[in-house]
């Protein structure tokens, strides 16, 4: 899977194609590109847990960071169902009831935990919005707020995004940053990583 967008539109000076080799000998080219494009494919109705996704900007973002330890799952508290991929059936079984549920975007239903009762609450994030102790978090949610996107309905890449609302991203005193200059830290490359193995995961 590559991951970028054809850059031939954009100004030099806007964008960094970064290769990498992954040990399953796919290889990626991370592209970060400017985030006044219009993702016209998930502007009307984002992911669940998304307010808003834009794509990176290796200049307006290059000062972003992730806190070390995530502060907690409130954006994950409203909902009672969460999407899995098949690769989680085992560990999700251990604490959720699973439920295949229609999804209007595709043809086939999709794969998801039960975490709630029907009212839009999710049991397994407390009033502290900690996820509880010793359960199984989906993917879905250790995902965010990062995901992999297609910028306009046309194309054939994916680029890394982000929910530019959420506070688990930012200009922060304190943090593990993303970029090194106008590159790519290990912690970006990692996420980069876990996006493209979970939309691997997803298609199977």
């Known amino acids: ?119 839009n609450e999710n049991l397994f994030v407390d009033d502290q919005g900690q996820w509880r102790a010793g359960c199984y978090v989906p993917a879905w949610v250790r995902r965010y707020p990062f995901m992999l996107a297609r910028l306009t309905p046309e194309a054939q890449d994916l680029s890394l995004c982000f929910d530019p609302t959420t506070d688990l991203i930012g200009e922060f005193d304190e943090g593990t940053e993303l970029f090194d200059g106008e590159s790519p830290t290990d912690a970006c490359k990692a996420t980069l990583s876990f996006c493209e193995q979970f939309e691997m995961a997803g298609q199977k």
């Open 1 to 119: 899977m590559i991951v970028h967008r054809n850059p031939k539109s954009l100004p030099r000076h806007e964008y960094i194609r970064m290769p990498i080799r992954y040990s399953s000998g796919i290889r990626i080219s991370l592209l970060f590109l400017p985030s006044h494009i219009t993702m016209n494919n998930i502007a009307n109705k984002p992911p669940l847990f998304f307010q808003s996704v834009v794509p990176f900007d290796s200049l307006a973002h290059k000062n972003f960071s992730v806190p070390a330890q995530i502060p907690d799952y409130f954006f994950a508290a409203k909902t009672d169902i969460i999407p899995l991929v098949a690769a989680e059936v085992t560990e999700a079984l251990r604490n959720f009831a699973l439920v295949f549920i229609k999804d209007p975007t595709s043809p086939a239903p999709t794969l998801a935990a039960l975490v709630g009762t029907g009212e």
